[in-house]
């Protein structure tokens, strides 16, 4: 198994332009989730997904940041206007059922100048 | 009530010592203890974990202890070697529910040769 794969590895881009975040869950997992980790703020989850289906929001920072899972293999996450204060490294992770741990990918960095 | 709380922040251990993780919950609906280990430019990876249906587990060279009266837990790394040095974070959920994992705010460590 390949496990949870993000893309861009790495990602700059200038304040105002839109970002677009993506991530692979493993296959037959089917909840996801979307973590943003800086310094200051350590691991934040932003919003997770059962069955293609957001559950909870309730992390995501403002109406800028938007996520969709529109099959069990594929989510983004976007953020539109991108601003200085998002450039933090996103993690995508993924689970099977309800119990135990998750696998999360190698991340996506994030600049925004 | 949904904090953990992680200390030290940093720990600087020489090779072969053992270094100590400890964390503290509030939530007593928490029964699933995983502790994640992260290596720069990596994702957080799943380490090792605890029900608190006992009060130690071992896996190799890492020990988790948990005492459920105090609300707290700890990692121990037995023999530590450098290439053990890591961002090591605590975390805790409902095991058999679709909450979220609350993670602990992270201990660098690092293992001097």
């Known amino acids: 198994d390949a496990g949870v794969i993000q893309s861009p590895r790495h990602e700059v881009t200038e304040m105002g332009q839109e970002v677009t975040l993506r991530c692979k869950p493993i296959s037959g997992h089917d909840y996801l989730f979307w973590y943003r980790q800086t310094m200051m703020r350590g691991l934040e989850l932003l919003i997770y997904?059962?069955?293609?289906?957001?559950?909870?929001d309730s992390g995501m920072p403002e109406d800028r940041f938007s996520a969709k899972m529109p099959n069990a293999s594929f989510s983004t996450l976007k953020i539109q206007p991108s601003e200085p204060r998002d450039s933090a490294v996103y993690f995508c992770?993924?689970?099977?059922?309800?119990?135990?741990?998750?696998?999360f990918g190698s991340g996506t960095r994030l600049t925004v100048v | 009530q949904q904090q953990v709380k992680q200390s030290p922040q940093s720990l600087i251990v020489q090779k072969g010592g053992i270094p100590i993780i400890n964390c503290a919950y509030e939530n007593t609906a928490f029964d699933y203890f995983p502790w994640y280990q992260q290596f720069p430019g990596k994702g957080p990876a799943l380490l090792i974990a605890?029900?608190?249906?006992?009060s130690e587990k071992k896996e190799g060279r890492f020990t988790i202890s948990f005492n459920k009266s105090a609300k707290q837990f700890s990692l121990h790394i037995m023999d530590s070697q450098p290439g053990d040095s890591a961002t090591y974070f605590c975390a805790a959920k409902k095991y058999s529910s679709a909450s979220k994992i609350i993670f602990g705010s992270g201990t660098r460590l690092s293992i001097r040769p």
């Open positions: 992770a993924s689970s099977f059922g309800q119990a135990g741990g998750y696998t």
């Open positions: 997904f059962n069955n293609n289906v957001p559950i909870d």
């Open positions: 605890i029900r608190p249906d006992v």
